[in-house]
């Protein structure tokens, strides 16, 4: 009998792969945050062009980003970029963890695959860490609880994201 779900592999991104990040990024912010957040500077065209800038900034060799930053990114059997991964040292101004996970999007059709969590593991390597998560993003949440993640009580309010509130999740 084989095995259902589809392949894929991860490796480390390259500035080659940006477009196919931005794109993957906003596509993931759109089914994570679209009942949330309304305007072309969160989805569409605008957003992936803000989104190769930050791309192409967290790849450049010498950045503060991708000396810091720890990146990942999922491939389908071709080698197209179906999911993508970030960490960089916690924003927190007490971290309660020594990593963040910071950025974790797939494309719609590899929700579920198992490849979500493949990332999270390649950035993180089991280790402690924490994940900020909209309070209203139940799917994101229960998600990283089977990862180990537990909220901490922590909450802060993205204030340039229409007063969005995360908690913190930590394992």
Sequence with gaps: MSDARPAFTIDTPTLEDVPALAR????????????????????????????????????TPGTRAADEGVYRVGRDGEGAVIGLAASWPPRDAEPVRPRELSVLYLDEAWLGTGLAAALTEAILE????????????????RFYEKLGFRADGATQVEEQLGHLRDIRMVR
Aim: negative net charge; charged residues 20%; proline residues 4%.
């Design 24 to 59: 993957v990024h906003v596509r993931g912010w759109e089914i994570a945050y679209s009942h949330l957040l309304e305007g072309e500077h969160w989805f569409g065209q605008e957003a992936i062009e803000r989104r190769i800038g930050h791309w192409t900034t967290w790849l």
């Design 126 to 141: 089991g280790g402690p860490a924490s994940v900020w998560v909209a309070e209203q993003n139940p799917r994101a949440r």
